[in-house]
């Protein structure tokens, strides 16, 4: 304005109501998604937001300069499109699209939709950055394998890293450290004290639902999960299966984070003071913090750290001495953080497979008679996992069917060119793995939409390097990934022996991603086998 008008520096409260809802925000005369201009704007605390715009409009030279690089922003935006790098891909900004698919948990959709129509390589415009999409296995092997090349994208890890300084949310320098520093903690010794915990926690989970003629899957699964993640990785029983609120007491806390995280993902750090949080987000992450280290200290002061039978992951690296009481705290929190719903979403999605199809259940169950008789407890040793390809098989194609995360975010250190696509990629350009994708096309799994455990046995022969990657690869792989397994191939060998599961008739799993993907609820009928 050429002058300053007093009434402008209190704009009604009405003026801003509208803009506080989920929209993209266009200039009238271009068309589609052209101007990238795209903000999620109902999770902004909206009198932040008032109170700064007012402070704004007391310094008209501040606003108009301010405007001005806006306008250069937007201007160069829609007159100097990005490069199309020779790939298709939809026209203009597809941030909203992205942005939607994130908050609503069905972003495999979108990808899904752009898959089938723009091929298994394309590009995409992501606000103002050009992001190249795959799902082609050769380039993916490459992207997990050579991590100089192709680090994580820093954006991607930004949101994490704001609720734990765990090692999934680190790069460069500091990633390698922390990395060599957990690595070794997931030992033998640690994956056996999984199989003993599990088998423990699991006898009082057949018991609980041996008592009941119905229950619900996602919710006792997940505090059965919960009893068996903090076993693992502190030697303390949570005792969420005797009673759910000791979970909720942690849970809850974790909750409000990855709610946090999952507000931050798509949008610019510039952004993040205005993001209108849970009110106790603050104290869910002291809460988180001081759980952990109140048991960190006492296994200190009891001097539980060492013992010939198990080792716990927090013994293990209290006892490698290569980390911080600061950092060993925030890597439990992550770990539990990463594993705590991915690993209960994908049991319960195993349940629902398993029991909806009678002859992937009539072949487990022989399976299992076959190898260690008609019992209701068939495995003793950590060695029986090993003995039952087949429902080992189950388990390896749940996870290609829900991978604990659908996608994975890097970029280019240098330019690069992919010859077998005959692409040239120049430093600097985010690129995103589509992990789900890749693990469901036809021409590395025939059949893909299709239950299929016996293609697990004789994988060796016909498995593509990188098309099978659940948990990503190369040196960022899961370090997790075993214990996974291991739990989930316990509970379906113990449950297929021990019950037979009825779900009901209208029920139809469907998956949600959020920060991991999430657990559904199911409310199945059960029944005792006798033997």
């Known amino acids: 304005p050429r002058h300053h008008d007093s009434s402008l520096r209190k704009p009604p409260r009405r003026a801003f109501s509208s803009c506080f809802k989920y929209q993209s925000l266009r200039h009238p005369r271009v068309k589609s998604n052209d101007i990238p ?32 690089v806006t306008l250069g922003i937007g201007a160069s935006a829609y007159y100097l499109h990005l490069p199309d790098l020779g790939l298709p891909g939809p026209s203009g900004n597809a941030g909203p699209e992205f942005a939607r698919g994130l908050e609503n948990g069905n972003i495999h959709q979108v990808f899904q939709r752009w898959r089938e129509e723009y091929g298994h390589t394309w590009r995409c415009r992501i606000f103002l950055t050009n992001y190249v999409f795959t799902s082609d296995s050769r380039f993916i092997e490459w992207l997990l394998k050579d991590h100089a090349t192709f680090p994580r994208q820093e954006s991607a890890i930004r949101a994490p890293r704001w609720a734990f300084q765990a090692v999934f949310a680190m790069e460069g320098a500091e990633w390698k450290r922390r990395r060599q520093a957990i690595k070794p903690a997931f030992s033998p010794k640690t994956i056996r004290w999984t199989f003993d915990v599990t088998l423990k926690k699991l006898d009082q989970l057949v018991s609980m639902i041996g008592k009941r003629q119905s229950f619900r899957t996602g919710d006792l699964i997940q505090r059965f999960v ?49 993001i209108k949080d849970h009110p106790g987000t603050a104290q869910a992450r002291q809460q988180c913090a001081r759980i952990f280290a109140e048991i960190l200290k006492k296994k200190k002061e009891n001097d539980e750290l060492s013992n010939d039978t198990h080792e716990d992951l927090m013994s ?3 006892k490698a001495g290569t980390l911080t009481d600061e950092e060993l705290v925030n890597e439990m929190m992550g770990l539990f953080l990463g594993s705590q719903d991915s690993v209960a979403a994908a049991t319960t999605r195993m349940i629902y497979e398993v029991y909806t199809k009678p002859h992937v259940l009539d072949r487990a169950r022989k399976e299992i008679e076959q190898v260690f008789g008609s019992t209701p407890t068939p495995l003793k040793a950590f060695e029986d996992v090993s003995k039952v390809p087949y429902c080992k098989g189950i388990v390896q194609e749940v996870i290609r069917f829900q991978p604990m995360l659908p996608f994975d975010f890097r970029e280019t250190s240098k330019d690069v060119e992919i010859e077998h696509l005959n692409l040239k990629i120049p430093k600097g350009t ?63 060998v113990t449950l297929v022996m021990n019950f037979d599961i009825t779900f009901p008739d209208d029920f139809k799993h469907q998956v949600v991603y959020g920060v991991v993907a999430k657990v559904l609820d199911a409310n199945v009928q059960v029944k005792q086998r006798t033997f």
């Open 37 to 68: 201009i795209m903000v999620n704007l109902q999770y902004f605390d909206s009198e932040r937001l008032k109170g700064a715009l007012d402070d704004a409009l007391e310094h008209p030279k501040l606003l108009a300069a301010a405007a001005t």
């Open 226 to 274: 919960s009893d068996v993640n903090t076993l693992f990785l502190l030697s303390h029983d949570l005792k969420a299966l005797e009673d759910p609120a000791e979970l909720e007491k942690i849970t809850s806390a974790v909750r409000i984070l990855q709610q946090g995280i999952a507000r931050r993902v798509a949008v610019p750090t510039i952004l993040w003071p205005f």
């Open 316 to 318: 293990a690296l209290v």
């Open 430 to 492: 985010a690129i995103v793995l589509d992990l789900l994708g890749v693990m469901s096309r036809p021409d590395y799994f025939p059949e893909p939409h299709t239950f299929k455990p016996e293609r697990w046995l004789d994988s060796d022969k016909w498995l593509v390097p990188g098309s099978y990657v659940p948990f990503g690869g190369g040196p960022s792989i899961c370090p997790g990934r075993k214990f996974a397994h291991v739990i989930m191939t316990i509970v379906l």
